[in-house]
C-alpha cells in the first residue's frame, strides 16, 4: 500500500479559501492516478476530484459540487498535489482524503481507489 499524507485542514468561515496537501512518500507521485475525496459522519465518502497521472493525460475531473471553486494543482519537485478550495460553504465541511493507487478516467469514485491518507479536518462556519 502506498502511503500518502494530508495536511491543510482548518477552521475556516464561509466564503474563504484553504489550501490542502497531499504528499507521497516513498513514491513519485505524478507517475499514479489519484484523488481527492471527503467524508461527513454518517454519510458515504465522496469524490471531490480525481487527477489522471503524468504518464497519461494529467486531466483532473471535479465533482459538480465543487466545480469551479475547487481546483488540483501539482508540485511536482516536493512530490505532492494542493487542493486549492475557494468561495468555501458550510456544506464543504468534511474529513478531507486523498487516496492513490486507483484509476481516474471520468467523476471521482471511491471505489476505484485502494490507498487512503488519514485525512484532515476541513470545517466551514457560516
Known amino acids: 500500500q502506498l502511503r500518502v499524507v494530508e495536511s491543510g485542514g482548518a477552521l475556516v468561515q464561509s466564503g474563504g479559501s484553504l489550501r490542502l496537501s497531499c504528499e507521497a512518500s516513498?513514491?513519485?507521485?505524478?507517475?499514479?492516478?489519484m484523488g481527492w475525496f471527503r467524508e461527513v459522519p454518517g454519510k458515504n465518502r465522496e469524490g471531490v476530484s480525481c487527477?489522471?497521472?503524468?504518464?497519461?493525460?494529467?486531466?483532473?475531473y471535479y465533482s459538480d459540487s465543487v466545480k469551479g471553486r475547487f481546483t488540483v494543482s501539482r508540485d511536482k519537485h516536493r512530490n505532492m498535489v494542493y487542493l486549492t478550495m475557494n468561495n468555501l460553504k458550510a456544506e464543504d465541511t468534511a474529513i478531507y482524503y486523498c487516496?492513490?493507487?486507483?484509476?481516474?478516467?471520468?467523476?471521482?469514485?471511491?471505489?476505484?481507489?485502494?490507498?487512503w491518507g488519514q485525512g484532515t479536518q476541513v470545517t466551514v462556519s457560516s
Open positions: 487527477t489522471s497521472s503524468t504518464e497519461r493525460d494529467d486531466k483532473t
Open positions: 516513498g513514491f513519485i507521485l505524478q507517475y499514479y492516478d
Open positions: 487516496a492513490v493507487e486507483g484509476f481516474c478516467d471520468g467523476a471521482p469514485e471511491t471505489s476505484r481507489f485502494s490507498s
